[in-house]
């Protein structure tokens, strides 16, 4: 069999240092949490949570030369999935500081470090050719994650977009070469306001108020295939080129810790894009179980639920 994998994730990897507390800090103020440090990054996490599913998959990313990045190394050691750490003497594996308080929201500062040099020359092209889906985001470097996207489209691969986090410096004209664009709410709201004709700025009340046809209407307008706007714990809405639906999160989730429950979306929905070639929505039901089944543990990365409590999730909620 051969060991090419299916799913190729470029972007960041972090240091994740977790604290949680009972209420966020106001200005000024100095609270007391409890600290617990993992593996994060978005590009890493969405990886994990594919990797988990049982799709083959593959992570490109960079890191220091510290303390924080061996323990990157040995995270991956233990992942059975492919990585390619490109290693940057001088800079620093990069760092998440994430506050969680009682209702498992969070709130997260990063220091990109390494993930800033991540560069074209990094990311193998045949591993992007050889892939059925290249996923990418915007917390590693923008050249890279342009050059990323057009080397996959030009040769074929469905590429997919997650705008996070959303920054200054990002050029629409990218969303060119992207098949999916998966936005949550806030970043969905700036990239409206870069549409040509648009004046007003969306806010998210006007957003939650929008009727389904006027989002599609809007989701349209960005020239991407599909686009899948996250809504937290509503759920997902779907736009395809012929149609659009609203996927409901699951109910009855105890949560413990929202971080990253964002990126196990992306990485399930990945993985549901090979196992169900063309079935957009297959796919997003399968993100939806991963997301839910993230938010019920700890941490970013080690809350990526594996294969076997994924089948018995998605068996209890057939039989539901
Ligand atoms: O999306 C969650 C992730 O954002 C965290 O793991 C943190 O590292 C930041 O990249």
């Not at 994990?48 to 049982?54: D, E, K, L, Q, W």
């Not at 985001?137 to 997650?162: C, D, F, K, M």
Request: net charge positive; hydrophobic share 45%.
């Amino acid at each position: 069999m051969s060991s090419t994998p299916h799913v190729v994730v470029v972007g960041s990897i972090m240091q994740d240092l977790t604290f949680t507390c009972d209420e966020f800090p106001r200005g000024g103020q100095t609270i007391m949490a409890r600290l617990a440090t993992g593996q994060g990054g978005k590009g890493s996490n969405q990886a994990i949570a594919c990797g988990r599913t049982g799709v083959r998959t593959a992570f490109v990313g960079a890191m220091g030369r510290d303390a924080f990045a061996d323990q990157v190394a040995a995270f991956y050691r233990r992942e059975k999935i492919g990585c390619h750490l490109a290693l940057k003497p001088g800079q620093a594996t990069g760092t998440a500081v994430i506050l969680i308080n009682k209702e498992g929201q969070n709130q997260i500062v990063i220091e990109p470090g390494a993930n800033a040099r991540l560069a074209p020359a990094d990311v193998p092209r045949a591993l992007l050719a050889g892939a059925k889906v290249v996923v990418t985001q915007l917390e590693s470097n923008l050249a890279t994650t342009a050059h990323v996207l057009r080397t996959a489209r030009a040769a074929g691969v469905t590429t997919i977009l997650n705008p996070a986090p959303m920054r200054a410096d990002f050029a629409p004209v990218l969303l060119r070469y992207v098949d999916v664009l998966i936005p949550n709410e806030s970043e969905f709201i700036t990239l409206v306001r870069g549409l040509p004709g648009i004046r007003r700025r969306l806010n998210e009340p006007e957003l939650h108020a929008m009727a389904w046809d006027a989002l599609h209407a809007l989701c349209r307008k960005f020239n991407v295939p599909t686009v899948i706007v996250t809504l937290g714990s509503r759920g997902c809405f779907i736009s395809m080129p012929d149609r659009h639906l609203f996927m409901p999160a699951h109910r009855g989730i105890r949560v413990v810790d929202t971080t990253g429950a964002g990126d196990a979306f992306c990485g399930g929905f990945a993985a549901g894009l090979v196992r169900y070639p063309g079935r957009i929505a297959e796919a997003a039901r399968l993100g939806t179980a991963v997301a839910a089944l993230s938010i019920t543990k700890p941490g970013a990365a080690f809350a990526m639920p594996h294969q076997v409590e994924l089948r018995r999730f998605l068996q209890k909620a057939k039989a539901a």
